[in-house]
């Protein structure tokens, strides 16, 4: 049984980089964001490993239907002390607060004995609440000034709509500019808001401005990687960023959950290059995720497979470990696609394909991990889906099966297991 000091126990690792860059404004003190449950005295980059756990707040899922007056009673009748909704279509999942330290295990288990299989409202689900974050950080890129991402948005949307769950989008670098003007790449949320979102949202400080403030620009790579590809190949799309990480890499399941809900209820494709790890040692700790993932099935998800050198076959790591079709799970190769990158994971079932994941260049730095080689199968898919039109999860893996070029030869022996997968499939960067 999971007991407090196990929920409660982290591992994380600490990585100071010292590269900068003269494409950046450095300003004197950077503000940082907080996610829930991290403390804002801690300013240095962290990677989270494993998750920490909550012990004042959880998860729920309600029935879809599930009429407003039953849900305060549910509330009222578990103590609950004030609570949060995602902002999102969907208002069935909350963040429950309970006023003060309660004994996370047995709660979950009483919360969840009150969910009725056979009526067609009330609770669905519970989870553990907890924070997680980047698992290999970025070399230390700088700081840059909020510009404000309005001239960014399309006038009209066309093609592909890509959401990215990160650190949010830093436009004003100079490689979302071209000369002096704006690169228009961004989602026009015009018929999509809720409540004054013009493009994506921030689910850290819950506001319209999705600003990459994390030093690594962790998701700015990953979305310049994906706009600069498929703008030199003329292929339509734009990108809905989804700010769900804060400035040390961290982020919280509920705001990971909100924002992954949000990207699924507006993109053909979701990118996320985040995850955390879990022994296994209890079942459906993250249930409410795979419900999104299996309530949005047509939706496309890709995931890095995370960057321990672990097997993903043993050691879970989420979301890249579901085993919904819709998730394409992303390990790295080098830059010689001769053999599987020393920091990667792996795993024979739990890992569908291997991408560059090395020497990826960003101003005058190079960035490595699965971070990065999962946006390289996010421009197949994308080419695949221009050529093809929006394919279901199955047809779209036999396509990018087709489309692996190059089978892997070169297996690397660890712990006394060869780090292939299910299709040992290399997915060549597209160009």
Known sequence: MRNIQKLIAFVFVFVVWSCTTDD?????????????????????????????????SMVVQYKAGTPDAEKNN???????????????DNQDIELWYFGGVIDAEPKRRAIKGQIDPESTTGLLEVDYEFVFGLDLDSPFIGTDADTGYIPYIKTVNTGITIAIVDTGIATGLTVFNTGMSPNQFLYNAEFTEISGDKSGWDFVNEDANAYDDDIGKHGSIIANMITDALTANAIPHQILPVKVANASGGASYFDFLCGTLYAAERADIVSISMGWYDE?????????????????????????????????????????????????????????????????????????????????????????????????????????????????PEDLKEELNSRGTTVITDFTLLDGEYRNTLNNKYIIPFD
């Open 24 to 56: 950046f404004v450095t300003q004197d003190k950077e503000s940082l964001v907080t996610a829930k449950n991290n403390s804002s005295e801690n300013t240095s980059r962290k990677s989270f490993f494993f998750p920490t756990y909550s012990d004042t």
């Open 74 to 88: 549910i509330r009222t009748f578990n103590g609950v002390g004030n609570y949060e909704i995602c902002h999102c």
């Open 280 to 392: 296994g040692d209890e079942e459906d700790l993250s249930a409410i995720f795979s419900n999104i993932i299996e309530a949005n099935n047509d939706v496309i998800m890709i995931t890095s497979a995370g960057n321990l050198a672990s097997n993903n076959d043993m050691l879970n790591h989420f979301p890249s470990s579901y085993e919904h079709n819709n998730v394409i799970a992303v390990a790295s190769a080098n830059s010689s696609f001769t053999k599987i990158s020393d920091f990667s994971n792996y795993g024979a079932i739990s890992v569908d394909y291997f991408a560059l994941g090395e020497g990826i260049p960003f101003y005058d730095v190079s960035v490595q991990g699965t971070s990065f080689a999962a946006p390289q199968v996010t421009i197949e898919v994308a080419n695949i889906f221009d050529d093809l039109g929006i394919l279901p």
